[in-house]
C-alpha cells in the first residue's frame, strides 16, 4: 500500500469514527491537514468506494472467508491465527 492509500484509510476512517459522511473533499482536507501529499484521483476512489459500502461492512468483512472452514471446536483458534 502506498503512502497515499494508508492516508486516505485514515482519512475514511476518521471521518466513520465521528458519523461524518465521506466525500472525496473531506478526505482531501483530512489528508492535507495533516500535510500528506496524494494524488487527486485517490480521495476520489475512496470515497466513491464508500458510497456502496460502509467502513464497518468492510472491516468486518476482512479474513470472513477462514471461519467456515473451521470447525467449531477450532473456531478461535483460526480466528486467532494459533
Not at 1 to 20: F, K, N, P, R, V
Amino acid at each position: 500500500m502506498s503512502s497515499s492509500e494508508i492516508a486516505c484509510t485514515y482519512a475514511a476512517l476518521i471521518l466513520s469514527d465521528d458519523g461524518i459522511p465521506i466525500t472525496a473533499e473531506k478526505i482531501a482536507t483530512i489528508v492535507k491537514a495533516a500535510n500528506i501529499k496524494v494524488e487527486s484521483y485517490w480521495p476520489a476512489l475512496f470515497a466513491k468506494l464508500l458510497e456502496k459500502r460502509s467502513v464497518e461492512d468492510l472491516i468486518l468483512s476482512v479474513g470472513s472467508g477462514i471461519l467456515p472452514s473451521c470447525s467449531e471446536s477450532t473456531v478461535y483458534v483460526c480466528a486467532h491465527g494459533l
